[in-house]
């Protein structure tokens, strides 16, 4: 059983899925393979359904830790096993459709004025104001910051795909503001050192630890007295309400956000119901005033 879980994984990466996917699919695998306690093979399709039903009956697991548990199983069989059941067709992702929690732009605004270390403010201020993932932003490096076009370059994004998207003018002096305490060559926001010294960051080899930017974020979110339930990605979600607020095109936005379907993107029209272009001068004005020395 040791040695299925081991060649899924080898699988999982070959077929190019983000280590973050590899190890939820894993993890969903392995406690498949424990609970049986057999080989894949002897492994009836009557078995993989009550396993289904046991974890939305029994384990009552999450919409998302469903669907990762049904994804990580079903490859398995198919990729690694070469065995496919018609359970795979019939079982549903539970994720569900809900709406996204989205702050207005005074909430934003007031959740990172609260915001005091100055790394955190500036990572927390880029990932809304560029619509980034919480790991897009922490692994930014300086040279991904283009001051002359105004665009900041992803090469980190989801599914590994590269992606340009504007700079608000304010967003790129709160970084330079920043970069300047530390110049680390490797990474915009590197990991302080002991006691949090700029000095030490200059040689970080690390980013900014995700969980350090998510604890900020709810100290903040609680000091605004703020009572929605926030985490860094409800400023994705801000940001893309907000734009398409300001009128700018949706498919604009899909782009800006990196959805490979236009159909990820309209949930947005659920939250605000415009469209329009001239984005530039749009994202400056929405972006205005969150950073002045």
């Excluded at 830790?65 to 496919?84: E, P, R, V, Y």
């Excluded at 400023?235 to 498919?251: C, K, N």
Aim: with cysteine.
């Amino acid at each position: 059983m040791q040695s299925i879980l081991q060649e899924t994984i080898i699988n999982l990466q070959l077929a190019g899925y983000s280590p973050r996917t590899v190890e939820a699919y894993s993890y969903h695998v392995k406690k498949f393979l424990e609970y049986f306690d057999k080989e894949p093979a002897q492994i009836t399709e009557d078995e993989i359904k009550q396993y289904f039903l046991y974890l939305k009956y029994k384990k009552k697991l999450s919409g998302s830790a469903s669907a990762q548990a049904i994804s990580g199983i079903k490859f398995m069989f198919q990729k690694t096993l070469g065995s496919d059941f018609k359970v795979f067709g019939i079982v549903k992702n539970p994720r569900g459709k809900k709406l996204p929690v989205v702050l207005t732009r005074d909430e934003v605004r007031s959740v990172l004025n609260r915001v005091r270390v100055l790394r955190h403010r500036a990572c927390l201020t880029l990932i809304y104001s560029c619509g980034l993932r919480l790991h897009e932003a922490t692994s930014i490096s300086p040279a991904d910051v283009d001051s002359k076009r105004m665009v900041l370059h992803i090469k980190t994004g989801k599914g590994r795909k590269d992606r340009i998207v504007p700079l608000p003018k304010s967003t790129l002096f709160l970084l330079r503001e920043h970069y300047k305490r530390h110049r680390n060559k490797t990474y915009l926001f590197p990991a302080p050192g002991r006691g949090g010294g700029f000095r030490m960051e200059k040689d970080s080899i690390r980013p900014l630890a995700d969980s350090s930017v998510q604890t900020v974020l709810k100290q903040a979110v609680r000091e605004a007295g703020i009572i929605k339930n926030v985490s860094v990605h409800n400023l994705r979600h801000s940001y893309a309400t907000h734009l398409l607020e300001a009128g700018i095109d949706i498919r604009i936005i899909q782009k800006y956000l990196g959805h490979d379907s236009i159909a990820s993107t309209m949930i947005y029209t659920h939250l605000t119901p415009v469209i329009s272009e001239n984005v530039h001068p749009k994202i400056n004005r929405l972006m205005a005033g969150l950073w002045q020395r």
